[in-house]
């Protein structure tokens, strides 16, 4: 990893990382302290041994796993928002789960990276090498607006001429561009900066086309990435059935034709697009378990509750939740806002539910209100924030037993995605719910008959 030293008379730098994943967190901690000496790096395997580990200390880079036993990794980023010594001056937040709204969540907390995992080491190095950089600059933080994806391609080539001509057309189509000039640079850049395509000369210097597109294929942290290998007229036919072989998305001909080369390469990303959603999918099925586990271990009602909230809140990007459980002695009410969202000290109260309570009882399935300021199932204040709405219900054995509700201040903000994931988290909600109040009853039996 090149990075530059820290200069002498800037005092060192803290980085903390959490992970519990076995020797995950000493590993990176390691790793990362060999960027510089001057690196002060302190590893923990959960939440509260970080806090610990820091009381006193000034922390300036956290790099934070998503999914935790006990205090996940943005309840320890609010955590350190409050931390006597200052909040972070860089925020990594790792997750293997791709959820609707958890980068909303985490930008809410004002995180500066989400990472998917699998995620190379050279991809924190340079995240950390950058935050250290910004550090010794004071450089204040700019929050860049959320925009519209632009894909990023990485053009690799040995010729300066190819990789100019290539990065005008793509630049020219609202491509993002990136380039490289030797085999090692372009492996280093894919695994770096995760480009959604790579552009792959066969004859580089250090590595040639073969070589580093068989290490991307072997690499499960980017051998998703399509590579459309370009070639020379000269190039054997066998040389290109074994590019294929090894997993070269498709093939161009120098000197190629503009038109083809672009209509191909849109060709793959739309490939590349659908696939990324069913990854992004199988993503949230993993997340769906891990939920479960959290709620069954609880069986407090009061805890429980909060628990639903906080997880459904943050997973999905919302700004406040509700939670209503029907009970014939009385109804438990919960809200839970989202603790740094701007709107958070804004009141928002659930409305009355009959007309919808009918709806979902009927339906047995949540709906989506895009306004509810618009929505007459939604009854709001003109100064409550929230717009999109997605209510949905919590069923149990014998009949419903509440409503879980999500609002966000962005009209039509939820999708089916956000919904259909929604259910699934209420639907272990309500088997965890059940079985803390037959635990509850039973511990009131128990008393009774004592």
Known sequence: MNTQPIPPHHAPVCVLVVDDHPNTASTLARAISRIDPQIEVIAANDGESALEKVQGKAV????????????????????????????PSSIILVT????????ISARRLNVDEVIIKPVRPERIYQLVASAIQNIHSASPRVLVPETRHKFKILVADDLQDNVSLLIRYLTNEGYACLS???????????RAEMPDMVLLDINMPLKDGFEVLQDIRSDPAVGHIPVIVLTAARLEPMDMQSALNMGA????TKPFDRRELLARIRTRLRVKEAEDIIRRRNRELNLLPEIGRELSARLDMDELSDVVLRRTVETLGAFMGHLVLLDETAPLYKTHHFSCCQTSQTHAEMPPLESLL???NETRQGCIIADAHLDSRWHVAPD??????LVVPMFGRFGLLGVLALAHEQAEYFSLDHLLLLQAIASQAAIALENARLYANLQQSQVRAS
């Open 96 to 103: 293997a789960y791709d959820v609707p709204g958890l980068r």
């Open 249 to 252: 998305d498709d093939y161009v």
């Open 358 to 360: 009918a709806q979902l």
């Open 180 to 190: 490289a000039f030797d085999g090692e640079e372009a492996l280093q850049k894919v």
């Open 384 to 389: 409550d924030p929230s717009r999109a709405m």
């Open 60 to 87: 300036d880079v956290l790099i934070t796993d998503m999914m935790m036993t006990g205090m996940n990794g943005l309840e320890l980023v609010e955590k350190m928002q409050a931390h006597p010594g200052g909040r």
